[in-house]
């Protein structure tokens, strides 16, 4: 059974990087095509960017194109989220989330489209 665990959420401030990493167990990484999700309060839980199994193709929304980088670190069997440039708006629960059966280059982008889920990590950004 595959188990996701999020760490690197925090209070920052705006202009500031930080990196979110999702840690696997039960499965390796590059057998899964995964992605980050994130939740503001009274909002839905939307994409902010996927990775397909190859490790080849990614996506993301386009109030992150630019400033957010996922990644796949295979040795250390985790999926990273880089950000760089935070702003207030990114404030929300980051989630990362894995699919098992996927094509090696497809991007998955609906959160349905994803089985395993992680408990979450909070960003906090301050103007």
């Known amino acids: 059974q595959i188990q996701l665990v999020e760490s690197g959420g925090g209070l920052v401030r705006a202009g500031d990087s930080l990196r979110l990493s999702c840690t696997a167990s039960?499965?390796?990484?590059?057998?899964?095509?995964m992605a980050w999700f994130r939740q503001a309060p009274g909002d839905g839980r939307d994409l902010v960017a996927a990775?397909?199994?190859?490790?080849?193709?990614?996506t993301y929304r386009d109030a992150v194109k630019g400033r957010f980088t996922i990644s796949r670190d295979n040795a250390k069997n985790t999926v990273e989220l880089q950000i760089d440039t935070v702003k207030p708006e990114d404030t929300a629960v980051y989630y990362c989330?894995?699919?098992?059966?996927?094509?090696?280059?497809?991007?998955?982008?609906?959160?349905?489209?994803?089985?395993?889920w992680g408990q979450g990590t909070q960003v906090t950004v301050s103007s």
């Open positions: 990775i397909s199994r190859s490790g080849t193709y990614t």
């Open positions: 039960g499965h390796t990484v590059d057998t899964l095509a």
């Open positions: 989330a894995s699919r098992s059966n996927s094509f090696p280059w497809a991007v998955y982008g609906r959160s349905e489209e994803y089985g395993t």
